[in-house]
């Protein structure tokens, strides 16, 4: 009997302590400065390739990993590097799936897709299509800019849709 009355305390407690008391999660206005900042870089910047938005949607000191290694130390090396995928795959574009803000950072979830038409890192062109998901911690400043991109994605699942095979090591 015992049971039947915590059961019974169970299933109307919590459904009055989940009660929603009429509010939803409004989006703060940092929140949307944020999202509207980050969605321009991809869109705009990415998408579109307009590089003249880096300078309103990244900081000056502005910083990017790529698992782990530094890529980008500010706006003209994060341009170079957008340029080097540019030229590899002219048709790249990048879709994010989720976003998800907390104070200043937001993370997301996206897919890079392109053909590789143009020479990628001194690497010739192969012709191939890639599609490639991956995840990002973007922290931005007081300003609202992207400050800092931490990206994580499966190089080698990269590399073998371009049509790279790993070698067996020489064992001695």
């Given at each position: 009997?015992?049971?039947?009355?915590?059961?019974?305390?169970?299933?109307i407690?919590?459904?009055?302590?989940?009660?929603?008391?009429?509010?939803?999660?409004?989006p703060?206005?940092q929140?949307?400065?944020?999202?509207?900042?980050?969605?321009?870089f991809?869109?705009?910047?990415?998408?579109?390739?307009?590089?003249?938005?880096?300078?309103?949607?990244?900081?000056?000191?502005?910083?990017?990993?790529?698992?782990?290694?530094?890529?980008?130390?500010?706006?003209?090396?994060?341009?170079?590097?957008?340029?080097?995928?540019?030229?590899?795959?002219?048709?790249?574009?990048?879709?994010?799936?989720?976003?998800?803000?907390?104070?200043?950072?937001?993370?997301?979830?996206?897919?890079?897709?392109?053909?590789?038409?143009g020479?990628?890192?001194?690497?010739?062109?192969?012709?191939?299509?890639?599609?490639?998901?991956?995840y990002?911690?973007?922290?931005?400043?007081?300003?609202?800019?992207?400050?800092?991109?931490?990206?994580?994605?499966?190089?080698?699942?990269?590399?073998?849709?371009?049509?790279?095979?790993l070698?067996?090591?020489?064992?001695?």
């Amino acid at each position: 009997m015992k049971a039947l009355g915590l059961l019974f305390s169970f299933l109307i407690i919590i459904p009055l302590s989940c009660k929603d008391n009429g509010t939803t999660h409004d989006p703060t206005a940092q929140e949307q400065q944020l999202t509207a900042n980050f969605k321009n870089f991809i869109e705009i910047a990415w998408n579109e390739k307009n590089m003249d938005t880096l300078k309103s949607t990244i900081a000056n000191n502005y910083t990017c990993n790529h698992n782990g290694i530094r890529i980008a130390n500010n706006q003209s090396e994060k341009q170079a590097f957008m340029t080097l995928y540019f030229t590899g795959f002219p048709d790249a574009k990048i879709i994010t799936e989720t976003i998800t803000i907390k104070d200043r950072q937001l993370f997301t979830q996206w897919t890079f897709t392109g053909t590789n038409t143009g020479t990628f890192s001194e690497i010739p062109a192969t012709g191939k299509k890639i599609k490639i998901n991956g995840y990002a911690t973007i922290l931005f400043n007081n300003q609202g800019k992207i400050a800092q991109e931490d990206i994580y994605y499966n190089e080698l699942e990269f590399l073998q849709q371009l049509g790279y095979t790993l070698n067996q090591p020489i064992l001695e």
